[in-house]
């Protein structure tokens, strides 16, 4: 872990125009940490700009805070300091590519990717961590910052999305004390972010799933499951790229599979692999494989083919590992 908390507040005691974002596909680590910063950066009476290219999934406007978080940046700040939150990678953050020829501009990287590179002036990547909100709040508490309650909903909803719920094995003794400390000292409620994240889903939403677990198959002796998701089925039932994020669970829910994937035909030719692994698979090397990364137990990468040629294609890697094992 490398957590170098005094270089980052020396720097942001000496800077003023500060522009914040996350990744692309936005996901509730990534909107909640993004809202976290912002609200630190206010607090210390910094301009700051929350910018995300592809907007809040409907999904997360709940979070206070999040009407401010804009497509693009605005044409009045120039920015000093770039902050990047829970972004593997700088071409995975969700901002137009000009942002990068600013001269003079300082990139602080904030992250828990096992597979980050590192790409910022400062560096604050703690793959331990179940969620980059985990990261901003062990920094807010040693920092002695006290949070409102809708900042602490964001950091409770950032870190709950990323261990689904308090489930997967990311979710460590302190993710659950960190946890407890919103509820107990900020006033978050547990129910209503779990009823805004898992019970307003949109009816095209489950109407899509069912054509996508009718896809379902298992191989691999039975350790490895898949489902397609292509470009007919996402006609018949638009909804945001957010809503999909989860269907892979499926695949990796079903008894003995070790490793769940998803192939999401983004546009012809342009297949997105979303890996799933119970304790047995680090799927961020087999993702990596393939040029993606992510986390042992969720990882992602984009392949170019034809839907049933990248189908076959990943299944014979994935085969291949197998035996090699
Ligand atoms: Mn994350």
């Not at 910063?37 to 999934?57: D, I, T, W, Y």
Request: proline residues 2%; hydrophobic residues 45%.
């Amino acid at each position: 872990m490398t957590s170098d908390w005094q270089g980052f507040f020396k720097l942001i005691e000496a800077k003023n125009q500060f522009i914040v974002t996350c990744h692309v596909h936005p996901d509730g680590d990534a909107i909640g940490s993004l809202l976290a910063v912002g609200f630190l950066l206010k607090k210390l009476g910094k301009n700051v700009e929350l910018v995300c290219s592809e907007g809040v999934p409907t999904v997360y406007t709940f979070l206070e805070g999040s009407e401010l978080i804009k497509k693009e940046r605005g044409p009045s700040l120039l920015p000093e300091v770039l902050i990047a939150v829970d972004c593997a990678e700088r071409e995975r953050c969700a901002l137009a590519e000009e942002i990068w020829g600013i001269p003079g501009l300082i990139v602080i990287n904030i992250d828990h990717h096992i597979t980050n590179t590192g790409f910022g002036n400062l560096n604050i990547v703690d793959s331990q961590a179940a969620a980059t909100g985990e990261v901003l709040l062990r920094l807010f508490k040693e920092a002695g910052i006290a949070l409102e309650q809708g900042v602490a909903t964001a950091l409770y909803t950032a870190v709950a999305t990323d261990t689904g719920f308090f489930r997967y094995s990311n979710t460590s003794s302190f993710t659950l004390e960190l946890a407890a400390t919103l509820v107990k000292e900020y006033g978050v409620e547990p129910a209503k972010v779990a009823e805004q994240v898992h019970e307003q889903k949109s009816f095209n939403s489950i109407r899509l799933l069912g054509e996508v677990l009718c896809t379902l198959k298992v191989g691999v002796g039975g350790k490895v499951a898949w489902m397609v998701l292509d470009q007919e089925m996402l006609n018949k039932y638009p909804v945001e790229n957010e809503e999909t994020e989860s269907f892979v669970n499926y695949a990796r829910s079903i008894e003995g599979v070790e490793i769940g994937i998803l192939f999401k035909e983004l546009r012809a030719n342009e297949i997105k692999l979303s890996w799933r692994s119970s304790v047995n698979v680090d799927v961020s090397k087999l993702a990596a494989y393939f040029g993606g990364g992510g986390h042992a137990r969720a990882a992602g990468c984009t392949l170019n083919g034809p839907v049933k040629k990248v189908v076959d294609d990943v299944l014979r890697f994935v085969a291949g590992f197998y035996e090699a094992r």
